[in-house]
């Protein structure tokens, strides 16, 4: 009999959802799969400003088909940060990946007749190391549409100072996302704002950095896909 009991109470907690919460399960369930795209990203960290074309239907490693200034011309810091861009960018620019940094326990704080804005202590998601363990100190909201479960706008921040190692230091951190609709209505990232000041083995840090992309059209030759 007891074995009955919490063999029905395991079904029982399988058949709950996942959150209390029907518009957060919605924007988990949301696929990035989709039409894929070529668009332009501006780049900006108040020392440099590029323009890259990114093609979603390239290899990866090979989705920058552009980059402006050109790559060759640049020197010291600013070639190699081009460098770093161009073989870093993967082409992911859904909003819907922020749907892994939000628990199950978000708070609903606001709301409108079309979206709701949750906040809570963002998950790592699939960040690792010493960036994962920083995610415990910040603070996050998100704006998910009711209907769709599209994701509208994400914001990170840290309510106070936090030393993620014992030898760095984060005075100040935010990071704010506003999201468009692509032409097939998955939401992407319109704009990234990246702020943090702080120290780090005795050198103060005081990093910026701006993203936004335009111009999504679909590339020469057209494609399916999740990037």
């Known amino acids: 009999m007891r074995r009955l009991a919490l063999a029905s ?12 919460d029907a518009v957060l ?11 894929l795209y070529v668009y332009d990203l501006d780049y900006n960290d108040g020392s440099d400003q590029f323009r890259m074309t990114v ?5 990866k490693g090979e989705r920058v088909i552009k980059f402006s200034p050109a790559v060759a011309t640049l020197k010291g810091e600013a070639a190699k940060k081009a460098d770093k861009l161009v073989k870093s960018t993967a082409g992911d620019i859904w909003c819907s990946s922020f749907a892994e940094n939000i628990p199950a326990t978000a708070k609903r704080v606001s709301e409108t007749p079309t979206a709701a804005t949750y906040s809570f202590t963002p998950l790592p998601g699939k960040q690792k190391g010493q960036i994962a ?12 549409d009711k209907t769709s479960g599209a994701i ?16 760095a230091k984060v005075e100040k951190l935010s990071m704010k996302v506003a999201c ?20 780090a083995m005795m050198q103060s840090l005081d990093q910026m950095e701006t993203r936004r992309i335009t111009n ?7 494609g399916f896909g999740s990037q």
């Open 9 to 20: 109470l395991a079904f029982a907690l399988a058949a709950l959802p996942a959150s209390a």
């Open 25 to 35: 399960d919605l924007a988990k369930s949301v696929s990035k799969e989709g039409p």
């Open 55 to 59: 093609d979603q239907s390239q290899p």
């Open 133 to 144: 363990a920083a995610y415990k100190y910040l603070t996050a909201t998100a704006t998910i």
């Open 152 to 167: 509208l706008a994400y914001e990170m921040t840290s309510p106070k100072a936090f030393k993620p190692v014992p030898v």
């Open 180 to 199: 468009k609709p692509a032409p097939d209505g998955r939401t992407y990232v319109d704009t990234l704002a990246f702020n943090l000041k702080g120290s």
């Open 216 to 222: 999504l059209k679909a590339p020469a030759r057209s």
